[in-house]
T-cell receptor, first 115, second 116 residues
Framework: IAGITQAPTSQILAAGRRMTLRCTQD?????MYWYRQDLGLGLRLIHY???????GKGEVPDGYSVSRANTDDFPLTLASAVPSQTSVYFC??????????????FGPGTRLLVL | GENVEQHPSTLSVQEGDSAVIKCTYS??????FPWYKQELGKRPQLIID?????GEKKDQRIAVTLNKTAKHFSLHITETQPEDSAVYFC???????????????FGQGTILTVHP
């Protein structure tokens, strides 16, 4: 069991380019999340999905879009990357079926540099 | 929305000493408070959590306390070891189990260094 995986591990991207960060989990968790982590700012929620077919905006959604076509995958797209989107991106998931629904499990992260 | 403040931003202790990290939150409806440990270059990992119906929870050398009246919660690490060195994040969520479940708000993090 892999848990939750992300791809790519790291990426250097020219400003203005489109980029999709991939996230896949095999734990059959209903809920999935995307965070960005910047030095001194902790983790900030970009978008989330409570279940397949639904998505919602987090704290910093501008410039990002997500989709949730199935339970396992939750890709994050930067339509036109800007340097301020340079960050470490973490995907996370949680199980909504029981009392521990709030416990979130994180992927290994994607380090993105936008030049 | 929820606002979580975490202090101190850095903490340096000698091996064997105790370490305490404190967080305050703004939303009185918050009812779930996890703590995550993040080693350099790694993902955040849950180390302990507490719900609003409990005042204290302990797991070996780690404990968390919650004061709902004052809206603050703390992480206590006893008998610290060099491998405890990492960044620690607190978080809070309001209405866990309701329509806003899963939307954690994180503190800014504390860099803990344990000197041998």
């Amino acid at each position: 069991i892999a848990g939750i995986t992300q791809a790519p591990t790291s990426q250097i991207l020219a400003a203005g380019r489109r980029m999709t960060l991939r996230c896949t989990q095999d734990m059959r968790h209903n809920a999935m999340y995307w965070y960005r982590q910047d030095l001194g700012l902790g983790l900030r929620l970009i978008h989330y999905s409570n279940t397949a077919g639904t998505t919602g905006k987090g704290e910093v959604p501008d410039g990002y879009s997500v989709s949730r076509a199935n339970t396992d995958d939750f890709p994050l797209t930067l339509a036109s990357a800007v340097p301020s989107q340079t960050s470490v991106y973490f995907c996370a998931s949680s199980d909504s079926s029981g009392g521990a629904r709030e416990t979130q499990y994180f992927g290994p992260g994607t380090r993105l540099l936008v030049l | 929305g929820e606002n979580v403040e975490q202090h101190p931003s850095t903490l340096s202790v000698q091996e064997g000493d105790s370490a305490v990290i404190k967080c305050t939150y703004s939303d009185s409806a918050s009812n779930y408070f996890p703590w995550y440990k993040q080693e350099l270059g790694k993902r955040p990992q849950l180390i302990i959590d507490i719900r609003s119906n409990v005042g204290e929870k302990k797991d070996q050398r780690i404990a968390v306390t919650l004061n709902k009246t004052a809206k603050h919660f703390s992480l206590h690490i006893t008998e610290t070891q060099p491998e405890d060195s990492a960044v620690y994040f607190c978080a809070a969520i309001a209405n866990a189990g309701g329509t806003s479940y899963g939307k954690l708000t994180f503190g800014q993090g504390t860099i803990l260094t344990v000197h041998p």
